[in-house]
């Protein structure tokens, strides 16, 4: 069984050349399935929540994500990372405050489900309020991909993860095409 990282944000300061990536779970792991409370904000800013952020940062960055919780690292913190690049956004204790009526059926995949991909649908935009690791309150308006992200990264703070969106069917033949992926990438890997 693997150990839960366990950052403590209140206490101690981690040197920032020591700045490694964070371990990834898989979709086995029980963390995924817990709802996280709420962060006590007003302990921002503070380095070690900060440090925590970069690694989050550095692990969605090395596995090429769009989004990564706390929670898929083993933390168990409310924040979480969206965004591609050098272009990221850092949520703490994000919330949906309003969303579309109209919802948009489209591919979604996760670092802790690599290979799977599922057709869930999600309102096409939404109005969030969040903090980020400055303490500093933000209220936005996503729409499109970033929307998505952002709607799946929380998914991961409540404790659902993307396949309790699906019917068994429509997961099981999403299985067999992961299978198909996986096999597929390990003869690459071989062939190199």
Known sequence: MSEILTINTEQGII???NIEPLPLYN??????RQAVPEYDVTRLPNPVMSNMVKRLRMT???YSGLGLSATQCGVFERVFVIGNGDMTITCINPKIVSQSNTVKIDSEGCLSFPGLFLKIGRPDSIDVQFYDDNGKLHNATFDGLTARCFMHELDHMNGVRMVEYVKPLALQMARKKQLKLIKKVKRLQNNV
């Open 27 to 32: 979709e086995h792991h029980p963390m995924l």
């Open 60 to 62: 969605m960055k090395m």
């Open 15 to 17: 040197k920032e050349e």
